[in-house]
């Protein structure tokens, strides 16, 4: 724990260093205001899912592995071993999108990397001494981290995404917490790299993306 606790400090003071970086030197984000807000569009979208998988992914663990008795293969782990991460991981691209330059958010990717893989290795580790056939047999199946586009485009989105599942977690909070600070850290990065920043114009993309994204998993609930 401890440990993990260092390599959470240094990684924040790594990501807070770059952060700063990049705002000292305004003349590398090579973007204007209307490329930035479809950067934000995008990152917005991103950040929502990633909270969606979060939250479909806790709300099914606990509907069906309570006390970790058996291993959880269904639902969004269908798509991927370890769907929390995963939609972490898309919280963080969503929030590099939005916050720092369009070409960076590789750099956020290997910081993710750094921070988790030994991590995630270890508790497959664990899983796999709880559930040695189950646990083989299931990583023939599903992907480490990032699902196939075959395993997506065959998913049946009400297996994926329960309703009853997805709202009895505190996860849902996260549907209000992490488009509150996108919306402050957008009005700051605004304010550094443009001079000023349009609030009215920053909610008005946040909310189309809300919007769009909302729309679309409505049609795929309903037609997939």
Not at 111 to 129: G, S, V
Request: aromatic residues 14%; hydrophobic residues 55%.
């Amino acid at each position: 724990m401890k440990k993990r606790v260092q390599i959470d400090i240094s990684l924040l003071f790594l990501i807070i260093f770059f952060t700063g970086f990049l705002y000292l030197n305004r003349h590398i984000y090579f973007i204007g205001p209307g490329a930035d807000n479809a950067l934000d569009f995008l990152g917005m979208v991103v950040i929502l899912k990633g909270v969606l998988l979060r939250m479909a992914a806790r709300g099914h663990k606990k509907a069906h592995s309570r006390q970790g008795d058996r291993l959880v293969e269904t639902g969004p782990y269908v798509l991927t071993r370890n769907p929390m991460y995963l939609g972490s991981f898309l919280i963080g691209v969503g929030f590099a999108l939005i916050v720092w330059p369009w070409w960076s958010w590789p750099i956020f990717a290997v910081f993710f990397y750094m921070r988790f893989i030994i991590q995630i290795m270890n508790e497959e580790k664990h899983l796999a001494q709880l559930f040695p056939n189950d646990f083989i047999i299931y990583c023939q199946r599903a992907p480490r981290f990032l699902p196939s586009l075959q395993s997506v485009l065959k998913a049946i989105p009400r297996q994926i995404f329960k309703i009853d599942e997805v709202l009895v977690t505190k996860e849902k909070w996260g549907l209000l917490a992490w488009p509150l600070l996108a919306v402050i850290l957008e009005a700051l990065q605004e304010m550094l790299v443009f001079g000023a920043a349009n609030i009215l114009t920053i909610l008005a993309v946040f909310a189309a993306a809300i919007v769009t994204l909302s729309l679309g998993l409505l049609a795929a609930y309903r037609y997939g």
